[in-house]
């Protein structure tokens, strides 16, 4: 029974090791699926514009994204189409990377794309398929929201395989990861999800296995627990520049070196932002409270970070400048990527001109056209030379 069962599990991995398809093949999208054909594999992407899909299959496309550019140039295995159809044709394994993001609204997330992406799937009447959703999700929602769309699908098994990335580093983070988290439906699913990341990465990343439920909350809380130790690491720095002789940069590197503690991530400076740290951190504290928990600490994490912005507005004022330049202000520093949002420099920044200074943005123009679009005339413009 054993043997029978070793040789079901190689089989069932080898099919998979022939094609894979990958839905959605936006920033991240694109970039695991390069990766992937970059590790050998069949991969056939699928996403809705037919435009972006040509310049994809002819490798005219560019990206700020390091290496992405490349990668598709090399690519040989690896073509896109429109039809959803046609990618779950290809591979019994599809990686699901729609967006869930919601910028405007009360909802960090908002999933109604994927919800809406397994009712299209459950349409076409397929069977015997394992989607894997790389999108980020609340927890709780494959099993309340994307199984009961397909639920009489046979054969179909849906595990959840979150990238802990950041932008401008995607293809970095997925080929040399510290941890791949899998949150596995059956046994079987999580070998093959395990067997393609030994092949695909560069180096020899833990592998974390457990439920779906399991992983849903722990990709939150892991970057929430991150976003806690910047903004403590701030914190600390604050009532160190408020002390006399204390030395804020001695003291966070003191407690970095603590085993408990580390180094990564604590340092005094701007506060965290970008796409993926202040939305998880509230993503978090909603879902802790739909279901009656405390949710005091992801909060004060939240409202410590603005505090921290007005602080150091407030401190920038105090210096009574003619004028406060504001340089490399994308969500982090020396970001290969044109993202501005959540910027905590942006947010020092609009504080300091909306109380009367005058202040100058300096950056490329590609930066500059996107905070002028945000904040307009607000602040005066200089492009970087």
């Known amino acids: 029974m054993k043997r ?3 040789c079901v599990l190689f089989l069932f991995a080898r099919i998979y090791s022939e094609n894979i ?5 936006g920033k991240l999208g694109l970039c695991f699926a390069l990766c992937l054909e970059k590790a050998g594999y069949q991969v056939l992407g699928v996403d809705l514009s037919k435009a972006y899909i040509d310049s994809l299959n002819d490798k005219t496309f560019h990206s700020h994204e390091p290496w992405l550019t490349e990668y598709l140039r090399d690519s040989r295995q690896f073509r896109a189409t429109t039809s959803l159809e046609e990618g779950l044709a290809f591979s019994d394994l599809c990686f699901i990377f729609v967006p869930t993001n919601h910028l405007k609204g009360p ?14 799937i459950y349409s076409f009447g397929i069977s015997n398929k394992h989607l894997v959703i790389g999108s980020t999700i609340p927890p709780g929602y494959i099993r309340n929201c994307a199984l009961p769309e397909i639920k009489n699908c046979p054969g179909i098994t849906i ?5 802990f990335i950041a932008q401008g580093q995607i293809i970095e983070g997925l080929r040399a990861p510290d941890m791949v988290l899998i949150g596995e439906a059956l046994r079987a699913n999580g070998d093959a999800i395990e067997a393609i990341y030994r092949k695909l990465c560069t180096n020899t990343p ?5 439920s779906v439920e399991s992983a849903e909350i722990a990709k939150m809380a892991l970057n929430c627990f991150v976003t806690a130790k910047i903004t403590y690491a701030n914190l600390i720095g604050d009532i160190a520049d408020e002390t006399p002789g204390a030395d804020k940069a001695a003291i966070l590197r003191a407690i970095g070196k603590d085993s408990r503690v580390g180094l990564k991530y604590f340092k005094a400076g701007y506060g965290y932002g970008g796409p993926c740290f202040p939305r998880d951190n509230r993503a978090l504290a909603a879902y802790a409270s739909s279901i009656g928990m405390n949710t005091l600490p992801l909060e004060a994490t ?6 921290h912005a007005e602080y150091m507005a407030k401190k920038m004022i105090a210096q009574g400048l003619e004028e406060y330049c504001f340089e490399d202000v994308c969500y982090k520093s020396f970001c290969a990527v044109p993202i501005i949002e959540e910027s905590q420099k942006l947010a020092v920044a609009k504080k300091i ?4 200074k005058t202040v100058t943005i300096i950056d490329s123009q590609e930066i500059l056209e996107k905070v002028r679009e945000e904040f307009g005339e607000l602040f005066r413009y200089r492009e970087r030379q």
């Open 4 to 6: 029978i069962l070793c």
């Open 21 to 25: 398809t990958v839905i959605g093949i």
């Open 107 to 120: 909802d960090p997330y908002d999933p109604i794309a994927l919800t809406e992406l397994f009712r299209k």
């Open 159 to 163: 595990s959840y395989n979150p990238e």
């Open 206 to 210: 833990s592998i974390e296995r457990m």
């Open 302 to 307: 939240d409202r410590t970070n603005r505090w």
């Open 353 to 356: 001109a909306e109380s009367g």
